[in-house]
């Protein structure tokens, strides 16, 4: 006897050009809920032979045959289209093909099994990928999905390979991949494939957590064994989210996240913190000198306990060179070069689920020696007579006001005659004392920058009018500039 032909498609594209070649006629699957495959019955086939090469369980030949509308389940013609779903196939029974993944993008220290990477090395099935301390790697699996390893990252790759299913009439061919990683310690940055037919969902394992994706970008993190807690935040898409050690689970939707405790059965699903608008993020970042403290000081999100920013040589951060947390919108930087830098950060809850990127292009550098203020002018005052002497109020509220603010104040614009310093008060004040009507003085300010740095102002001129404290008790812009 002729042995039977199988002609297989997984996609409505491949299975009409199937059905185009043989000139068969099949039904709609729109009603699927899961991957499929399509089977033409061919001249010689039986209902046994066939269960026992398609189904993982050949009982559930009924099942197949209702979901496929078959009005007499025991009898099949040549020519019709049975729609499989890929949870009744026996995969154990297909061609499986050992796939290896790429070695995309390294920055800094990267290994597998061991041994020093670099971009195009071999990721097979087993290998183990570890990055150091400001260090990066991503993996492109053999499936098309991309796994980043952030910083001080371990993760193994435990399975990843094809099952190869043919269609002989047409030479086509479709692969269904299965795909596991193992992640020890640190984060993955995940974009799954979601064009790939799968066997079974791409698999993250934690110590604590088992996380299922068939296609969506997410993060998996295993940062603290300490404690044991797993982190899963969807950017977009739908996950499965378990708990093997208490037998829980929860599908976590595009914008939402969970913390997974090993001594905790509720799984709880909270929405990701929004990212910050640009504008709460400072393009430029100052420092007294390379190495010194460098603080970006961004705008706090509301709901935020903390914050993880990220700097990368390259807008799709596949080369982050330095990351951090920090309990206070203040991120020490301190550790980064001087440099140009693509830079993101998102908040985190108090459960330490982190939320959407906002991205900035940053500047670290140092200060110049003249001190740097909003205004062009240094500083905006307003002056008001009293008994005492003149009322100078300086409006330090602005962000980048320095720190232990002195005036000098001098007769000649080369500040070097009467020479006098005073201090300002916390709210900003000080008093000039024996000041005529009519008098002209100079003034400058003097402090230490938010960076460091310490220097001075321009120079100002301070001029009363003649009815100085008779008619005229105060001036709105004390402070004149001099070109």
Do not use: C
Not at 356 to 383: C, F, H, K, M, Q
Not at 470 to 480: G, I, K, T, W
């Amino acid at each position: 006897m002729t042995k039977p032909i199988v002609a297989i498609s997984a996609q409505a594209s491949l299975l009409m050009l199937a059905v185009a070649l043989t000139g068969n006629v099949w039904a709609s699957i729109a009603q699927h809920k899961e991957p499929y495959i399509s089977y033409t019955v061919q001249t010689g086939d039986t209902l046994q032979g066939l269960s026992q090469k398609l189904l993982a369980n050949p009982r559930r030949w009924d099942e197949l045959a209702r979901l496929n509308g078959l009005k007499n389940p025991n009898l099949i013609l040549p020519g019709q289209v049975l729609d499989v779903p890929s949870s009744f196939i026996n995969f154990d029974k297909q061609p499986k093909l050992a796939n290896t993944g790429v070695l995309q993008s390294v920055n800094g220290s990267v290994t597998i099994n061991g041994v020093a990477a670099s971009v195009g090395a071999a990721v097979p099935e087993g290998a183990r990928v570890q990055t150091g301390a400001g260090s990066s790697a991503v993996v492109k699996l053999s499936d098309g999905s991309q796994v980043q390893l952030m910083p001080r990252s371990l993760a193994d790759v435990v399975k990843q390979h094809g099952y190869a299913l043919k269609d002989p009439a047409s030479s086509l061919s479709t692969t269904w991949f299965s795909g596991a990683i193992r992640l020890v310690e640190g984060m993955l940055d995940i974009a799954a494939n979601k064009s790939a037919q799968r066997k079974d969902p791409l698999n993250v394992v934690t110590p604590t957590s088992l996380i299922g994706v068939r296609g969506t970008q997410f993060r998996v993190a295993y940062e603290d064994p300490s404690s044991g807690t797993a982190r899963t935040e969807v950017l977009e898409g739908k996950v499965r989210a378990d708990n093997p050690a208490q037998a829980a689970g929860a599908d976590i939707g595009g914008g939402f996240g969970v913390a997974i405790k090993p001594n905790e059965r509720e799984i709880k699903v909270v929405a990701l913190l929004p990212a910050l608008p640009e504008s709460a993020l400072p393009a430029r970042v100052e420092r007294a000198r390379e190495g010194a403290t460098a603080a970006w000081a961004i705008s706090p999100l509301s709901g935020a306990a903390g914050y993880r920013a990220e700097l990368a040589q390259d807008p799709a951060f596949t080369q982050i060179v330095f990351d951090t947390k920090s309990q206070s919108p203040s991120i020490d930087l301190a550790a980064a070069p001087n440099g140009n830098y693509f830079a993101r950060v998102r908040g985190m809850d108090a459960s330490g689920i982190e939320g959407y990127n906002a991205v900035r292009r940053i500047d670290i550098a140092n200060a110049p020696v003249s001190l740097i203020w909003i205004r062009e002018i240094g500083i905006a005052a307003t002056a008001d007579f009293t008994p005492d002497g003149l009322l100078l109020r300086v409006n330090t509220s602005a962000l980048d006001t320095p720190k232990q603010l002195q005036i000098q104040i001098a007769q000649d614009q080369q500040m070097t005659q009467g020479l006098q310093s005073l201090s300002l008060d916390t709210a900003g004040t000080t008093v000039l004392r024996a000041l005529r009507p009519g008098d002209r003085r100079f003034v400058r300010f003097t402090g230490i920058t938010p960076q460091g740095a310490s220097g001075s102002s321009s120079v100002m001129l301070l001029e009363l009018p003649l009815n100085w404290g008779n008619s005229v008790f105060s001036m709105a812009s004390a402070l004149q500039t001099l070109r």
